[in-house]
């Protein structure tokens, strides 16, 4: 056996349906009815997320709109109000602190917390913040707690809404055995489907494969599926780490001849790096807009602009800019700005 050091304690906090709990509390006429938020009704738009009462009907976060109405006629959709969600975002992330300074938000609803150091057991711990948010926000929490962030994190979807779910370090094998790999952080549909192809369905078929045999097929992801599998995360809680740049960028099935279909693009890429720019970096200050090409030879070419704030027909400037450059098609765009620097190192905020 290893020697023990202390085992880490560390919790997921995740509000409930964020946007959509915040809706139904500032107009509680709406209790008990199936709320999204998000997208206009037309068919570009798409829901940030829904409540409960919504996801009994089959509608989900980032649903086209149209597709919610499908499921669910009664739906009754509100627009965002990203200044009232960032305001309770910090309310939240307040309590958080009191607890421990190890606080590692992922979005505005979303943080890890090492709460190692804290005299009081875990559990507890989470149930009692919990109860501090609901006391000043009104809004309910999940959480999960384990010994390593991957742990707390699968936890804590576990007993959502307002519910809690801890895994102790020796749970851990037993609790992975049975989980979807799905489940583990980095797994899309392309490794899903491979997986399957491999028969392998749960983490613990995943630990009958050995080292050689995930490198093999995953490459270097190979070694971290590995561990991930066995519910092994050695990554530490990182405080308020911030990221220099963020962008949006889509691979599309086939590549893009023409500028104009390239342009045709922007305004979808340009909502979603909005608002993924609203919920993840509302307060920093953005220097630079950029527009990333990638041709179907697989070159690429990266235009940006100092001093512009991000509009979509800065964006567009940009982008015409790049297409310019060689007039190859284009298998992939990405637009995104970059930050004001800090004296931080940059760390990939990886969204487990
Ligand atoms: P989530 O924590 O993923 O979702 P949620 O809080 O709405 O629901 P759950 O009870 O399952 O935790 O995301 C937090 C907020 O982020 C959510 O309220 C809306 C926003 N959001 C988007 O804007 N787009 C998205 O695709 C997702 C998933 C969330
Ligand atoms: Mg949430």
């Not at 990203?82 to 307040?94: A, H, L, N």
């Not at 980095?186 to 997986?195: A, R, Y």
């Not at 307060?283 to 179907?296: C, H, M």
Request: aromatic share 6%; proline share 5%; with cysteine.
């Amino acid at each position: 056996m290893e020697p023990e050091t202390k085992s880490r304690a560390i919790i997921h906090l995740d509000m409930d349906c964020f946007y959509a709990a915040i809706e139904v509390r500032d107009q509680p006429s709406l209790k008990g009815k199936p709320v999204g938020v998000g997208g206009a009704r037309d068919r570009r738009g798409v829901l940030t997320t829904c409540n409960y009462e919504a996801r009994e009907f089959g509608v989900r976060s980032a649903m086209p709109t149209f597709m919610a109405l499908q499921r669910c006629p009664n739906l009754i959709i509100l627009p965002t109000r990203f200044d009232v969600y960032r305001k309770e975002s910090g309310v939240i992330r307040e309590i958080m602190h009191r607890f421990t300074p190890l606080v590692e938000p992922l979005s505005l609803d979303e943080a890890y917390l090492d709460v190692t150091a804290h005299p009081g057991a875990p559990g507890p711990l989470a149930q009692i913040i919990r109860q501090l948010i609901f006391r000043k926000t009104k809004l309910t929490a999940s959480a999960g707690i384990g010994p390593n962030k991957l742990v707390a994190k699968i936890a804590s979807d576990l007993k959502k809404p307002n519910g809690q779910f801890e895994v102790e370090k020796e749970e851990v094998p037993a609790f992975m055995q049975e989980l979807p790999v799905r489940k583990l952080w980095g797994i899309g549909d392309v490794t899903e489907q491979k997986l399957d192809r491999l028969g392998i369905a749960t983490c613990g078929d995943m630990q009958r494969l050995s080292r050689a045999k995930l490198v093999e097929n995953f490459g270097k992801f190979g070694l971290e599926l590995f561990d991930l599998c066995r519910g092994i995360d050695d990554r530490p809680v990182e405080p308020d780490r911030e990221r220099k740049s963020l962008s949006n960028e889509e691979t599309f099935s086939t590549d893009l001849e023409t500028l104009a279909e390239c342009e045709e693009k922007l305004p979808e890429l340009f909502e979603e790096l909005m608002a993924d720019l609203a919920q993840k970096e509302s307060v920093r200050t953005i220097t630079k807009i950029f527009v990333k090409l990638k041709f179907a030879d697989f070159t690429r070419t990266t235009v940006e602009r100092a001093g512009l704030s991000p509009s979509l027909e800065q964006f567009r400037l940009l982008l015409d800019e790049a297409f310019a450059r060689t007039g190859k098609s284009v298998r992939l765009i990405g637009l995104g700005v970059r930050f004001a620097s800090t004296e931080q190192d940059e760390t990939q905020l990886s969204l487990l």
